[in-house]
Nanobody, 118 residues
């Protein structure tokens, strides 16, 4: 059983910063990537940023230069530093990992709400 638990969401003013964390627990044998998606009402989740096992990243053009993900060496926690936040960054942010536990699968956290508003 794998659990991903996000923390760090909340309300921030436009131009502000916020940091999210995702803690992974459970039996994990291997990880392909781990990172962040976000979703707004009525839309599909969209990729924010992934970190791959070789530390390369895939990210959305909309967050280039303002968001940055990182991880600890053991893959137990992944972070998302969000700077220069805009109202359009308002969304539920989900941690997602593609990894091997009892089987290879995509695992998702429950999400954390980020509101960017004055």
């Amino acid at each position: 059983q794998v659990h991903l638990v996000e923390s760090g969401g909340g309300l921030v003013q436009p131009g502000g910063s916020l940091s999210l964390s995702c803690a992974a627990s459970g039996t994990i044998f291997n990880i392909i990537h781990m990172g962040w998606y976000r979703q707004t009402p009525g839309k599909q989740p969209e990729l924010v940023e992934h970190i791959f096992s070789d530390n390369t990243k895939t990210y959305a053009d909309s967050v280039k230069g303002s968001f940055s993900s990182s991880r600890d060496n053991g893959w137990s926690t992944v972070y998302l530093q969000m700077n220069s936040l805009k109202p359009e960054d308002t969304a539920v942010y989900y941690c997602k990992a593609r990894l091997a536990s009892s089987r290879w699968a995509d695992y998702w956290g429950q999400g954390t709400q980020v509101n960017v508003s004055s």
